[in-house]
């Protein structure tokens, strides 16, 4: 099997924040991609366009683009366990797993660094061999293709660094149907302090106001085996990381 760590390291910088020492080095990561040829040439003339453009534009359009694109809704989120958890309290174990993870091969993190960040993941793949990067990387094939047709669906160029990776791992690409994102604006949407929200439950001024009835009854008392189910809790499924630098 090819060696395809450069390729993978690429990618991650590709993907990270297009910041103006990133668009510095763009040359040298689309030569380290055409030098492995672990990509299909017709997805390498993609990411020379993708990268021309990133250093065509003006930089703040570009930095502007990239936080509107993967920090303002999940569909397009570079956070892999944000697709699988959510903001569910199961992300927390999750991350710390996937720290171990990586510890256990060597790498160790920055600090600012999350480990589920795609980034992070694609480097961590770069360390190992080929064959076990591409099985660590499936694992996450069908998040990656939700984000590829997110991205497609929205006409972003980030659509090509994407669908590099998936051929990288040996994944078909193809768009899938995707759930659209809840607007921002409703998902930070504070209730009215002073004028009430029928929605929530509590009519507003002015309007009348609903008197319900509940009968009390005594609560079950909680089994043994019940209350320790919950006491254990449960374990997050193992996950997996990113690391290294072109």
């Given at each position: ?27 040298e ?5 055409d030098?492995?040829a ?24 570009v ?48 600090p ?5 960040h ?30 590829f ?43 009215e ?14 309007e ?29 499924p ?9």
């Amino acid at each position: 099997m090819k060696d395809n760590r450069y390729s993978l390291r690429a990618l991650a910088l590709l993907m990270a924040y297009p910041d103006a020492e990133l668009r510095s080095h763009l040359p040298e990561l689309l030569q380290a991609i055409d030098k492995e040829a672990v990509i299909p040439s017709a997805r390498r003339e993609e990411l020379h366009a993708f990268a021309a453009e990133l250093a065509r534009l003006d930089p703040m359009e570009v930095e502007a683009r990239y936080v509107e694109t993967f920090d303002r809704g999940r569909a397009t989120s570079l956070h892999m366990f944000e697709h699988i958890h959510g903001d569910s309290r199961e992300r927390g174990p999750a991350m710390v797993d996937l720290v171990q993870t990586y510890e256990k091969a060597g790498m160790l993190m920055a600090p600012e660094e999350l480990p589920d960040h795609l980034c992070v993941v694609l480097e961590f793949a770069s360390t190992q061999p080929p064959k076990l990067a591409m099985e660590f990387m499936g694992e996450m094939a069908h998040i990656l293709t939700a984000v590829f047709s997110a991205l497609l669906q929205r006409g972003s160029p980030y659509a090509a660094p994407i669908a590099a990776v998936l051929e990288l791992c040996g994944q078909r690409v193809q768009a899938v149907a995707i759930v659209a994102d809840e607007a921002m604006d409703d998902v930070w949407q504070e209730p009215e302090a002073f004028d009430g929200c029928s929605t929530k439950g509590q009519s507003k001024p002015g309007e009348a106001q609903p008197i319900h009835i509940v009968r009390k009854t005594p609560a079950p008392v909680a089994s043994a085996t019940a209350a320790s189910v919950f006491a254990k809790g449960q374990k997050a499924p193992e996950a997996h990381a990113q690391g290294a630098r072109i």
